[in-house]
């Protein structure tokens, strides 16, 4: 399985405050997504910040590696030129997989990171249209 890689993450402090200066918040019941679309070179850069308010160091590790593998999965859906920082809610630590991935997938959509036209969860596009497919 490939792993997300070091270049798309934002690390620092300073690639954080970059973002909560001129982004674009949206939330849910489980998720806040805070967006910064880059007017310069086209990145893809993702973030997610998880505080002590969310358990213990194990909670909130499994946690951060779920939306880690959810944005993997799914970045090559999205639009170029972007930087994201993910906020789970307390209420993210008891939902599922499946939970989590349908919230982000919703903000990303609100966010216009998703084209207009999405096909249903569970249902296959015909080949050759570029889309990643579920290993069976």
């Known amino acids: 399985m490939p792993r997300f890689p070091k270049e798309e993450r934002l690390k620092g402090s ?3 405050k970059a973002v909560f200066q001129q982004c674009r918040k949206l939330d849910d019941a489980r998720l806040a997504l805070y ?3 880059s007017s310069g070179p ?3 850069l993702f973030g997610v910040s998880v505080g002590r308010a969310h358990g213990k160091a194990h909670d909130r590790n499994r946690l951060k ?3 880690r593998e959810i ?3 799914e970045k090559d859906r999205f639009r170029e030129g972007y930087r994201i920082i993910l906020i789970p809610k307390r209420s993210a630590v008891s939902g599922s ?3 989590l991935r349908d919230s982000f997938l919703s903000l990303a959509k609100r966010a216009g990171l998703l084209p207009r036209t ?3 969860v569970g249902t296959m596009p015909p080949d050759g249209d570029g889309m ?3 290993a069976t």
Do not use: E, G, T
């Open 97 to 99: 997989y499946a939970d």
């Open 71 to 73: 944005y993997r999965v």
């Open 35 to 37: 967006i910064q679309f």
């Open 132 to 134: 990643r497919r579920p």
């Open 118 to 120: 999405m096909p249903p």
């Open 14 to 16: 300073k690639d954080f």
């Open 65 to 67: 590696r779920r939306l």
């Open 42 to 44: 086209p990145a893809r």
